[in-house]
């Protein structure tokens, strides 16, 4: 959850280092630090907080070189402050370290690293790791021997990277576990270190990624990659397609403010080059799935967490009314804790943005161990997840720099229609004039879309939160495919504005939190017309009838609800199938103006980060 970012090259690597840091700040933000090579010491700045603590330091105490290694925080062990913020330095400060993950054997570690004189400095596993280093370093004979053999010691998902003043020509990096990406970055005579692709996408798009179990020695002529067992591994480079501008805020105030307005452009991209609308037929060229495979499947089950675990609760009505599979959804962080029913007929779809997310990865890995084809949907190329997939299908929507995941969510709900539109072709579930006609309904989304995130509508929008953004509570109701839009408004508003809310299939409130409706509980009702409407219609009518406040959103020309909700907003008709695409995003937008009006980090909401590697 970290962010890692170094550099090895004849430019000033200071900059460098804390441009990719500010580029990767949505992993953490609990404390900032970077340690510089410089006339033959280390100097290490770090402060606590956010980044701009870090670069003010700088400021006052300049210091520049050309190899550097920075980090941005996301505590686990040790509360945020300057003496736990990473670069962690050995006690000669030759050798200095930082890391993401965890060291789950670290009390150990210390007690016996204490009992030979050692004095620690910080709460934090990560400082084991550079004390271990150092007792390693004079007899391996170098840091990257000193690396391999201190890995050995430590159990837990934890990427480092390390650098010494002895060896001022290197960045040593490694990995193990899923604990979140290495990505080296090949320069013209310079290489960059990486946990995420956008903090070095200004400066090359070939990159290398770290697997778990592997060692990198890192100067500017390239890498070269090792296991921990010191066999040499020919690394493959990945060219990355996306474009630095995508991974850069431009006119909007927000990362999530520019991604939110990106999502017709995504699910276009999303859809493009894969789908032949003539023949009825979706071609997913990673998917790497036979047709007698595809017909074996007796059930699908979806993994994922947050954001992309409701999209799978979408992905649940898609893949079940198209491709005719059963389908269930579970959080990865449950699953294997229940010994799931798996098997070779099972397909296991796994839904991560980041690729990362050590839950779901943990989830892949039970179906996989009991022979289920595993099939992923990711957006980070080269992720761990793609890379454990038997397929995979690409979200193509670019960077996803917010910490709430907005693009992500459209982007692999298109995904799973298109997923299910495949398995329906090779399974002859439906038609071909049925899958042209539902290919044809996708070909019309990202206008559908557009018409929803017109900017001339914030006005809308600001009205609606400059009302709602001193209320405690907010209840969202929706009911079959936009129920799980209901759960995704609520995460939201929760995530971003700190305001507590609850998404709650609209049929269930009369079961309990109906007890909750008043004044001061504003309803959030997904009221578009669809096989529910009238279902939707008649919760409304008894939130109202119990004084409470309802937000609808609707589709265009309902003139019907208008009487019955305190404020509506409209969405074009679409498909059924289509519709939480485009309910969503009402959703996103007033989430994120009620939590500007609120004053909140938007991007960086307290206690987040964007890729969960932790347990
Ligand atoms: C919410 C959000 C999170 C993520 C979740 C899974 O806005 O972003 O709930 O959806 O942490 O992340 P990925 O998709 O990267 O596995």
Request: proline share 5%.
């Amino acid at each position: 959850m970290c962010g890692i970012v170094g550099y090895v090259g004849p430019r000033p690597a200071t900059s460098i280092v804390v441009n990719g840091l500010q580029r990767l700040e949505y992993r953490g933000y609990d404390s900032a630090g970077i340690a510089v090579l410089h006339e033959d010491r280390i100097h290490v700045r770090r402060d606590a907080g956010k980044l701009s603590n870090l670069i003010a330091l700088l400021a006052q105490q300049p210091i520049d070189g050309n190899l550097a290694l920075g980090h941005t925080r996301w505590a686990t062990h040790g509360r945020p402050s300057q003496q736990n913020a990473h670069p962690h330095s050995d006690a000669s400060g030759e050798i200095v370290v930082v890391q993401n993950g965890i060291v789950e054997n670290y009390r150990e570690l210390r007690e016996s690293l204490q009992a030979e004189g050692i004095e620690f400095r910080s709460e934090t596993d990560t400082e084991v790791i550079v004390h271990l280093l150092a007792l390693n370093y004079s007899a391996a004979g170098g840091l990257a021997e000193a690396v391999r053999k201190t890995m050995g010691h430590l159990k837990g998902p934890s990427a480092i990277v390390a650098m010494t003043s002895r060896e001022p020509d290197r960045l040593v990096a490694a990995r193990l576990g899923n604990a979140g990406g290495v990505a080296i970055g090949l320069g013209d005579g310079e290489t960059f270190v990486a946990s995420d692709i956008p903090a070095i996408l200004e400066h090359t798009r070939r990159m290398v990624f770290l697997e778990d179990g592997q060692v990198a020695l890192i100067t500017r002529d390239g890498v070269q990659v090792e296991t921990l067992a010191g066999q040499a591994v020919k690394p493959e480079i990945h060219l990355i397609p996306w474009d630095p501008i995508s991974a850069a805020k431009g006119e909007f105030r927000h990362f999530m403010q520019k991604e939110i307005f990106e999502q017709a452009r995504s699910v276009t991209d999303t859809i493009r080059g894969r789908v032949d609308f003539d023949a009825g037929e979706v071609v997913l060229g990673q998917l790497n799935l036979s047709p007698e495979r595809a017909r074996s499947f007796n059930r699908i089950v979806i993994v994922a967490c947050g954001t992309s675990a409701y999209a799978g609760l979408v992905g649940k009505f898609l893949l079940e009314a198209i491709a005719r599979i059963p389908t269930e959804v579970d959080y990865g962080s449950e699953f294997r804790y229940r010994d799931p029913i798996i098997d070779e007929q099972t397909l296991l779809l796994a839904i991560t943005q980041s690729g990362e997310t050590v839950d779901t990865l943990a989830a892949m890995e039970e179906g996989r161990n009991k022979g289920a084809f595993v099939v992923s949907i990711v957006n980070s190329i080269g992720s761990q997840a793609a890379r454990v997939s038997d397929g995979v299908i690409t979200m193509h929507c670019g960077p996803e720099i917010g910490v709430a995941s907005t693009k992500a969510f459209t982007t692999s709900v298109v995904d799973q229609y298109l997923l299910a539109l495949a398995l329906a072709q090779a399974r002859d579930s439906i038609g071909p004039a049925h899958r042209r006609r539902l290919l044809n309904d996708l070909a019309h989304l990202p206008r559908l879309i557009g018409q929803v995130l017109d900017p001339n509508d914030n006005a809308l929008y600001l009205d609606l939160a400059e009302r709602f953004h001193g209320y405690r509570n907010f209840l969202f109701l929706g009911r079959g495919i936009n129920y799980p839009i209901a759960l995704e408004g609520a995460l939201k508003l929760k995530e971003i504005s700190y305001i507590h809310a609850e998404g709650y299939p609209a049929g269930e409130m009369k079961h309990g939190p109906i007890a909750l409706i008043d004044r001061e509980m504003p309803v959030v009702a997904i009221a578009v017309q669809d096989s529910v409407y009238d279902k939707m219609i008649s919760q409304i009518e008894q939130v109202k009838a119990r004084s409470g406040i309802v937000i609808a959103v609707a589709s265009e020309g309902d003139e019907f609800i208008a009487s019955k909700a305190d404020h509506v907003i409209t969405v074009p008709s679409a498909p059924p199938l289509l519709t939480p695409v485009l309910s969503v995003l009402p959703l996103q937008r007033l989430a994120y103006e009620i939590a500007v009006w609120r004053g909140a980090d938007v991007d960086q909401p307290r206690n987040l980060a964007k890729s969960v590697t932790v347990e």
